[in-house]
C-alpha cells in the first residue's frame, strides 16, 4: 500500500478528534445540534440510554478517534467500489488496500495479545493466545457451534413435522456497482455503499418479521449475509416453519423483497427466489435423504474461511483464499455474516456449557444444562419452552449483575458514566446459579516470557484466518 493511500493513523485521528470536540464544546448546546453537527460530518450518533452518556461520548476523543478510523476506511473503500476497481476478476468482494488494512490491524492484535495473559482472583494464569484458540475467535470453533445450532433446528422441526424453505433476497439495480456477474457498469447505480445495502435488507427483514408476527407465524433458522463481487450484500435465508404456514410466509418476503424498484427490469427473476427443501430425492440408486442444513453449510464453510471448491462469484479464486476478502469486507461494513432468526438464546446456551462439572438440583436447568453439553440444540430448545416462547417469557434467563467497587460498595461506572451489567450466571424463578466464579485481569506478560510465548502461539490461525474473530465479537 503507497504512503498516500495509507489510511487514517490513530494519532491524525486523534488530532481531528480534539478539533471536533472543540467545535461541539465551543458552539452546540443543544441534542439537536449537536446530531446536525454529526450528520454533517458523517458520524453516526451515540445510542446512549441518557443525555448524559450521550455528551460525555463526543468530548471523548477516544470516542472520536474509533469513529473517525471507521469512517476513513470506509470512505476509502466506498470510493473504490465507485472506481470500479472491487469486481471478479479485478479485486474481489473488497479492495486490496481495505484486505491488507485489516490483515495489518489483525497481526497488531495478534501481537499484543501474545504479550499479555489472564491472571484470576484465585491465582490462576492463562496465556491471552491460548484463550483466544479455545474461543469461537477460533473458526473451528466458530463453525462447529453454528453447525451443532443449524443441524438442531433441522432435527427440531422434523420432530414437529416443519418443513424447511431457502430463500434469497438480493438488493435493488441501485445498490450495485455492476449489472449482473458481467462487468458491465450499471447505469442505475446510485453511489450506494455495501453498509446502505446491508441496511436497506435489515429494514425489509424488520417489517417481515412484524407481517409474520401479525399472523402469529414465527418461522425459526439461519440467515447468512455475503457479498457479491462488487461488494454489495445479499441473503440466504434457512426457515423452518409449520406446512400450513409456507404460503403466507414465501408470499411475505416475496412481497417486501420487491416492494422497492420491484417492476425494475430482472427484479422478478432476481431479486427474490424460494426453493422447499425435500427430504427424499430419488435416483438411479434408490432414494437418497437430503438435509436441510445442507442447504446452508456451504455458505457457513465458505464465509469462514473452509475450502469448499471455487468460489461461485469467481471461479479464478477457491473459498478458502477468498474468504479473507469477506471478511475484511464484513469487518470494514460492519456486516454480520451469520443470524439466528427465532430459537433460545445462545447466551443461555453458552452460560449453560460452563456448568459442565457442577451438580445442580434445578430440574429444568439441569436438563438444559444437559442438553448443551451433549450439543443437543434441539433438545435444549424443547426445556427452552419451544420455538414460540418469547425470550423474556423463558423459565430460564442470564443473571445480571452490576460490578462493585470492593473498597466504596458503590456501583462501578463506565468512563461515560453508565451502569454496565454483566452476565454472571443462570436464574430461573428463585433459583440463581452463578457461572462465572472468578474474576479475571488482563495484564502484560514479564518481559522474560514474551520471547518463548511468541514461540509457542504457533498454534493460532494465521491472521488472514482468525479475522472471523472481528465479525463475531461486533
Known amino acids: 500500500m503507497s504512503l498516500k493511500n495509507r489510511p487514517l493513523s490513530k494519532k491524525r485521528a486523534r488530532k481531528q478528534a480534539q478539533f471536533h470536540i472543540q467545535q461541539i464544546e465551543s458552539c452546540f448546546d443543544s441534542k439537536i445540534l449537536v446530531k446536525t453537527y454529526l450528520d454533517s460530518v458523517g458520524i453516526d450518533p451515540p445510542k446512549c440510554s441518557n443525555d448524559e452518556s450521550f455528551f460525555l461520548r463526543l468530548v471523548c476523543v477516544d470516542w472520536w478517534a474509533r469513529k473517525l478510523i471507521t469512517k476513513d476506511i470506509r470512505d476509502r473503500e466506498a470510493a473504490a467500489i465507485f472506481s470500479g476497481k472491487v469486481a471478479k476478476g479485478r479485486e474481489l468482494y473488497c479492495s486490496n488496500d481495505t484486505v491488507d488494512y485489516i490483515r495489518e490491524r489483525w497481526d497488531d492484535t495478534l501481537a499484543g495479545m501474545a504479550q499479555k495473559m489472564c491472571i484470576s482472583d484465585c491465582g490462576d494464569e492463562l496465556d491471552m493466545l491460548d484463550v483466544m484458540k479455545s474461543s469461537l475467535a477460533n473458526p473451528e470453533n466458530r463453525r462447529a457451534e453454528l453447525m451443532v445450532r443449524m443441524s438442531g433446528f433441522e432435527q427440531y422441526a422434523d420432530d414437529l413435522g416443519d418443513i424447511g424453505m431457502f430463500y434469497t433476497i438480493t438488493c435493488p439495480s441501485k445498490y450495485h456497482r455492476f449489472a449482473g456477474s458481467d462487468l458491465i457498469p450499471n447505469k442505475n447505480y446510485n453511489g450506494a455503499t455495501p453498509k446502505q445495502a446491508q441496511q436497506y435488507l435489515t429494514k425489509i427483514w424488520s417489517q417481515i418479521r412484524a407481517e409474520l408476527d401479525r399472523h402469529h407465524i414465527k418461522p425459526y433458522g439461519f440467515r447468512v449475509a455475503e457479498p457479491h463481487h462488487d461488494g454489495t450484500p445479499h441473503w440466504h435465508i434457512l426457515l423452518f416453519m409449520n406446512p400450513a404456514d409456507e404460503a403466507v410466509v414465501t408470499a ?50 465458505k464465509n469462514i474461511g473452509f475450502d469448499i471448491g471455487m468460489d ?29 432468526i427465532g430459537g433460545a438464546s ?28 451433549n450439543n443437543d440444540w434441539a433438545g435444549f430448545l424443547v426445556v427452552m419452552g419451544g420455538n414460540d416462547v418469547k425470550r423474556i417469557e423463558r423459565e430460564l434467563q442470564l443473571l445480571k449483575q452490576a460490578a462493585f467497587d470492593p473498597e466504596t460498595g458503590e456501583v462501578r461506572l463506565n468512563r461515560y458514566q453508565e451502569i454496565v451489567l454483566k452476565v454472571v450466571g443462570i436464574a430461573a424463578a428463585a433459583t440463581e446459579i452463578i457461572t462465572h466464579t472468578k474474576v479475571w485481569t488482563i495484564v502484560q506478560k514479564p518481559t522474560s516470557v514474551h520471547s518463548a510465548s511468541a514461540v509457542e502461539g504457533g498454534g493460532l490461525p494465521p491472521p488472514s484466518t482468525a479475522l472471523a474473530a472481528l465479525e463475531f465479537y461486533k
Open 346 to 373: 445462545v447466551i443461555v446456551w453458552r452460560e449453560l456449557r460452563r456448568l459442565k462439572d457442577k451438580d445442580i438440583e434445578h430440574d429444568v436447568i439441569r436438563s438444559a444444562r444437559d442438553c448443551c453439553i
Open 252 to 301: 411475505t418476503l416475496n412481497k417486501y423483497a420487491l416492494k422497492e424498484d420491484g417492476q425494475e427490469k430482472g427484479a422478478a427473476v432476481h431479486r427474490f427466489t424460494a426453493k422447499r427443501i425435500v427430504k427424499e430425492i430419488i435416483t438411479q440408486d434408490g432414494i437418497k435423504k437430503v438435509s436441510a442444513t445442507g442447504y446452508i453449510a456451504k455458505y457457513i464453510a
Open 312 to 340: 461461485s462469484e469467481d471461479d479464478s479464486q477457491n473459498t478458502e483464499s477468498s474468504a479473507n476478502r469477506v471478511r475484511a469486507w464484513s469487518s470494514t461494513w460492519g456486516i454480520r455474516q451469520f443470524q439466528q
